[in-house]
């Protein structure tokens, strides 16, 4: 999801990733809230759709950082099928300078709450 000046960074994640992917640019609230509505299941960060999604009772997974500024525990998700995931703290966290959380959420992790919500 995006506005259009995301546009460039939106397609070459698509085509990072290889695999079936649908942009959705430039769309209305109502139009994304259909799309969140029928998916089996949303992956995000702290953002919109992620909580839309969540809102609208489709499965979702949140990422989110450690500073209790962004953290799961003030923004993660709600609703009946969420799961919220944060990395393991390290040295530092959460009052670090160069902020690296999102990359030690681990895909395995990810992986297993999508199984766990889809059964």
Not at 2 to 21: C, F, H, N, W, Y
Not at 67 to 72: K, L, T, Y
Request: proline share 9%; aromatic share 4%.
């Amino acid at each position: 999801t995006g506005i259009e000046t995301d546009r460039p960074t939106l397609e070459s994640v698509k085509q990072a990733i290889g695999s079936e992917v649908h942009l959705f640019v430039g769309r209305t609230l109502p139009e994304l809230a259909a799309l969140l509505r029928y998916a089996s299941l949303v992956i995000s960060n702290s953002t919109g759709p992620g909580h839309l999604a969540a809102a609208l009772g489709t499965p979702a997974i949140g990422l989110f950082p450690l500073p209790p500024a962004v953290a799961r525990e003030r923004w993660g998700f709600r609703g009946k099928h969420v799961t919220n995931l944060a990395p393991p703290p390290i040295q530092g966290c959460p009052d670090c300078k160069e902020c690296s959380c999102m990359e030690r959420i681990m895909v395995s992790e990810v992986m297993k709450a999508v199984h766990d919500l889809q059964n």
